[in-house]
């Protein structure tokens, strides 16, 4: 099973490309399993960008999966499906 | 007179001729801070509701913040109010950063008044204390960046010198174009240009050395000491945060991801090719420096070059993510450079990018509908996607030469007169910012209720809803929406009053402002009360619009974003459920049918 995923701004930055075509094995595709499956591909550097809060607490990334954010789905235990677009986006804004 | 003021304002009488120094009144600086506040108020208490956009009497203020000047994080804006919009018809207002308005300050006042129209083209100089007219007929038809080259150095200090100007779209009365300073730096929405140049005034020249003392200075500099750890540390605004790094131009994969990227004048909200035209790829590809405001530890701002190929440009600055949204997707067109090259052209001539880009995108769709007849366009070849038109159009718009004396109108006025208003992504005439509103529903309400009209900065919901700053809420719904509305609206006029940055707001909080405007000014301040000042400010700039004629009928979006559900995308089938929350939005404010009621008014001090 397949999944996109997109880096955003300093994350990609870590991963060196846009974005992956993801091979997930079935029973292995929730969001949380996803993360630690990229973690193991993209080394310290990544996790150290990816996993935990600031101090103050905002989260290192935000994960959409097509465009909705996971806290608003099953969080890190939402099932990722075939096809399925997950965005990991670092703190940034504008204006 | 309280700390951080000259305590003085400069009334020009362009009619006349008669300059006059007239002292800021300590009671209104209390109840208004500065800035937009202060602005509001002296346009209030000569309001008229007959008023018309280049009548004499349509005054155009430049007022800095207590926080202007000082060392106060970001401490280097200013605010330019006037009396009618040309664009909108409500009460004109932006704001703009740069160094102009720290040097106004170091020049001896804390506010300029212009009334009246000149006969002949005319600049201000205030150097250190010293006010003059003198004449600018040499200088009339210059572009920005010409001008501010020519008046730069004048007094013999260009680091203590900053030039406010206009560019030729603003003298040929354009309604959509803005007041630039520092060359790239702009007030530009609802066309203050157009009011300046009516004016006959072609730039305002400000040198100066002489810093003003806040009240308390070491209570002052410990409260900024907290708030500068806090921007720094900050993942957004530090030193290595996505602002500094990226720009505002790391949204548009952000909004593109969320389908709330505005494209082909919002009838999508996701483009494919959005990545070619994204922060990460302006870094990638063009970037060559950044630069900050005065006074600022953020330095968002990007230095840019194109240096070959059909869109070079060299040694520019930007763009902005809406620049890139409203040429860009919104026009159909994927090539950053000449994104960069669109952008460098608005900025010389001196026109709102979001409003040129908006009008173009609304000419290309009005010509694929066949509204527009193809002889009417002289040759453009408006279409979706195509770049030289694109390029083309903005020159036309500046100089009103051949069609482009069509999109001067306006998207407003262009739709309206080819027969298809609907087509127009307007509020109030205002064309709307680079977030798609069917799928992030704070923002759609924002863009109906702001007083200025279709307007992001007027009450920035993004934060919350898509940035998760200060806490995370879920875009497609409604439920609290006019609350964080309303608190996000107020925050924004108290911030523009004060003089900072909007941008510390995703580091900062109203105590960290109330505590370092407190030390500044000697005024006894606090959250609240803040917020209560932000809130006489946006309910005073309502007031004025109501007696305008403005009231419920114009707090609404485009039929489009109600009626015609996102196409396809991250956010196929969404809507914008406005008409939902418009009622709960005026409740929580104490206003009927979009009027403050009196005892909303009496309550705010405005009755």
Same mark, same amino acid.
Request: net charge negative; proline share 6%.
């Given at each position: 099973?397949?999944?996109?995923?997109?880096?955003?701004?300093?994350?990609?930055?870590?991963?060196?490309?846009?974005?992956?075509?993801?091979?997930?094995?079935?029973?292995?595709?929730?969001?949380?399993?996803?993360?630690?499956?990229?973690?193991?591909?993209?080394?310290?550097?990544?996790?150290?960008?990816?996993?935990?809060?600031?101090?103050?607490?905002?989260?290192?990334?935000?994960?959409?999966?097509?465009?909705?954010?996971?806290?608003?789905?099953?969080?890190?235990?939402?099932?990722?499906?075939?096809?399925?677009?997950?965005?990991?986006?670092?703190?940034?804004?504008?204006? | 007179?309280?700390?951080?003021?000259?305590?003085?304002?400069?009334?020009?009488?362009?009619?006349?001729?008669?300059?006059?120094?007239?002292?800021?009144?300590?009671?209104?600086?209390?109840?208004?801070?500065?800035?937009?506040?202060?602005?509001?108020?002296?346009?209030?208490?000569?309001?008229?509701?007959?008023?018309?956009?280049?009548?004499?009497?349509?005054?155009?203020?430049?007022?800095?913040?207590?926080?202007?000047?000082?060392?106060?994080?970001?401490?280097?804006?200013?605010?330019?109010?006037?009396?009618?919009?040309?664009?909108?018809?409500?009460?004109?207002?932006?704001?703009?950063?740069?160094?102009?308005?720290?040097?106004?300050?170091?020049?001896?006042?804390?506010?300029?008044?212009?009334?009246?129209?000149?006969?002949?083209?005319?600049?201000?100089?205030?150097?250190?204390?010293?006010?003059?007219?003198?004449?600018?007929?040499?200088?009339?038809?210059?572009?920005?960046?010409?001008?501010?080259?020519?008046?730069?150095?004048?007094?013999?200090?260009?680091?203590?010198?900053?030039?406010?100007?206009?560019?030729?779209?603003?003298?040929?009365?354009?309604?959509?174009?803005?007041?630039?300073?520092?060359?790239?730096?702009?007030?530009?929405?609802?066309?203050?240009?157009?009011?300046?140049?009516?004016?006959?005034?072609?730039?305002?020249?400000?040198?100066?050395?002489?810093?003003?003392?806040?009240?308390?200075?070491?209570?002052?500099?410990?409260?900024?000491? !907290?708030?500068?750890? #806090? /921007?720094? +540390?900050?993942?957004?605004? $530090?030193?290595?945060?996505?602002?500094?790094?990226? @720009?505002?131009?790391?949204?548009?994969?952000?909004?593109?991801?969320?389908?709330?990227?505005?494209?082909?004048?919002?009838?999508?909200?996701?483009?494919?090719?959005?990545?070619?035209?994204?922060?990460?790829?302006?870094?990638?590809?063009?970037?060559?420096?950044?630069?900050?405001?005065?006074?600022?530890?953020?330095?968002?701002?990007?230095?840019?070059?194109?240096?070959?190929?059909?869109?070079?440009?060299?040694?520019?600055?930007?763009?902005?993510?809406?620049?890139?949204?409203?040429?860009?997707?919104?026009?159909?067109?994927?090539?950053?450079?000449?994104?960069?090259?669109?952008?460098?052209?608005?900025?010389?001539?001196?026109?709102?990018?979001?409003?040129?880009?908006?009008?173009?995108?609304?000419?290309?769709?009005? !010509?694929?509908?066949? #509204? /527009?007849? +193809?002889?009417?366009?002289? $040759?453009?070849?408006?279409?979706?996607?195509?770049? @030289?038109?694109?390029?083309?159009?903005?020159?036309?718009?500046?100089?009103?030469?051949?069609?482009?004396?069509?999109?001067?109108?306006?998207?407003?006025?262009?739709?309206?007169?080819?027969?298809?208003?609907?087509?127009?992504?307007?509020?109030?005439?205002?064309?709307?910012?680079?977030?798609?509103?069917?799928?992030?529903?704070?923002?759609?309400?924002?863009?109906?209720?702001?007083?200025?009209?279709?307007?992001?900065?007027?009450?920035?919901?993004?934060?919350?809803?898509?940035?998760?700053?200060?806490?995370?809420?879920?875009?497609?719904?409604?439920?609290?929406?006019?609350?964080?509305?309303?608190?996000?609206?107020?925050?924004?006029?108290?911030?523009?009053?004060?003089?900072?940055?909007?941008?510390?707001?995703?580091?900062?909080?109203?105590?960290?402002?109330?505590?370092?405007?407190?030390?500044?000014?000697?005024?006894?301040?606090?959250?609240?009360?803040?917020?209560?000042?932000?809130?006489?400010?946006?309910?005073?700039?309502?007031?004025?619009?109501?007696?305008?004629?403005?009231?419920?009928?114009?707090?609404?979006?485009?039929?489009?974003?109600?009626?015609?559900?996102?196409?396809?995308?991250?956010?196929?089938?969404?809507?914008?459920?406005?008409?939902?929350?418009?009622?709960?939005?005026?409740?929580?404010?104490?206003?009927?049918?979009?009027?403050?009621?009196?005892?909303?008014?009496?309550?705010?001090?405005?009755?």
């Amino acid at each position: 099973m397949k999944v996109i995923v997109k880096f955003l701004a300093t994350i990609r930055q870590i991963t060196g490309e846009p974005l992956i075509e993801f091979e997930l094995r079935p029973g292995n595709n929730t969001v949380w399993e996803t993360m630690r499956n990229l973690e193991f591909r993209y080394g310290p550097e990544f996790k150290e960008a990816t996993a935990g809060s600031y101090p103050g607490g905002i989260p290192k990334i935000r994960i959409l999966v097509n465009g909705r954010d996971i806290d608003f789905l099953d969080g890190t235990g939402t099932e990722l499906k075939e096809g399925d677009v997950l965005v990991l986006v670092p703190p940034v804004a504008g204006g | 007179m309280l700390g951080a003021y000259t305590g003085k304002m400069l009334e020009v009488d362009l009619g006349s001729g008669k300059l006059s120094d007239v002292p800021l009144d300590e009671e209104m600086a209390k109840t208004y801070l500065g800035g937009k506040g202060l602005g509001l108020k002296l346009v209030y208490d000569e309001f008229r509701p007959d008023m018309q956009p280049f009548d004499p009497d349509n005054l155009l203020i430049f007022a800095t913040g207590p926080a202007t000047g000082l060392k106060i994080p970001t401490g280097g804006r200013y605010n330019i109010v006037c009396s009618k919009s040309p664009q909108t018809g409500t009460v004109g207002s932006g704001n703009s950063g740069g160094k102009w308005g720290p040097y106004l300050k170091f020049a001896g006042y804390d506010a300029v008044l212009f009334r009246g129209i000149s006969k002949t083209p005319v600049y201000l100089n205030i150097a250190d204390g010293k006010a003059e007219l003198r004449d600018a007929s040499d200088l009339w038809g210059l572009t920005v960046f010409a001008v501010t080259d020519e008046l730069s150095e004048i007094n013999g200090n260009p680091k203590k010198t900053s030039v406010a100007c206009i560019g030729p779209a603003a003298e040929n009365l354009i309604p959509f174009t803005g007041i630039m300073n520092d060359k790239y730096r702009t007030a530009g929405r609802t066309g203050l240009g157009a009011v300046m140049g009516s004016k006959k005034l072609k730039a305002v020249v400000v040198t100066g050395s002489k810093r003003v003392e806040p009240a308390n200075p070491d209570l002052l500099k410990e409260r900024v000491r !907290v708030s500068m750890q #806090k /921007i720094r +540390e900050n993942p957004v605004t $530090g030193p290595k945060g996505g602002l500094h790094t990226y @720009g505002t131009a790391v949204l548009v994969n952000i909004l593109n991801e969320h389908g709330a990227y505005p494209t082909r004048n919002f009838r999508e909200a996701y483009f494919p090719e959005a990545d070619e035209q994204s922060g990460e790829t302006l870094v990638e590809k063009y970037l060559t420096g950044r630069s900050g405001c005065w006074g600022c530890p953020i330095i968002c701002g990007r230095k840019s070059d194109v240096p070959e190929g059909p869109y070079s440009v060299r040694d520019s600055e930007g763009p902005e993510y809406e620049t890139i949204f409203v040429f860009g997707s919104n026009c159909g067109i994927t090539e950053l450079d000449a994104l960069i090259k669109a952008n460098h052209l608005c900025d010389e001539f001196g026109l709102d990018t979001i409003s040129m880009g908006g009008t173009i995108a609304c000419a290309m769709e009005l !010509v694929e509908s066949g #509204k /527009i007849p +193809e002889e009417k366009l002289q $040759g453009l070849n408006l279409r979706f996607g195509d770049v @030289g038109a694109m390029l083309d159009a903005i020159w036309r718009t500046a100089y009103k030469a051949g069609f482009g004396a069509d999109l001067a109108l306006g998207s407003k006025k262009l739709a309206e007169k080819y027969g298809a208003p609907e087509l127009s992504m307007t509020v109030k005439g205002l064309e709307l910012p680079a977030y798609d509103p069917r799928p992030i529903q704070g923002i759609g309400l924002n863009y109906a209720t702001a007083n200025r009209g279709g307007d992001h900065v007027y009450g920035y919901t993004i934060s919350p809803e898509i940035l998760g700053l200060p806490e995370k809420l879920d875009p497609a719904s409604i439920e609290d929406k006019p609350r964080w509305t309303i608190l996000l609206q107020d925050l924004a006029s108290a911030v523009n009053s004060a003089g900072v940055c909007l941008f510390t707001t995703f580091a900062l909080g109203l105590p960290e402002y109330a505590g370092m405007l407190e030390a500044a000014t000697g005024q006894a301040l606090d959250a609240d009360k803040l917020l209560k000042l932000g809130e006489r400010v946006t309910n005073l700039e309502r007031l004025m619009n109501n007696m305008y004629g403005f009231d419920r009928k114009q707090d609404t979006l485009p039929k489009r974003l109600l009626k015609e559900p996102v196409p396809f995308g991250p956010a196929k089938g969404q809507l914008s459920r406005v008409p939902e929350m418009i009622d709960e939005y005026y409740r929580l404010r104490g206003w009927v049918d979009g009027k403050p009621t009196e005892e909303k008014l009496k309550e705010l001090g405005l009755a």
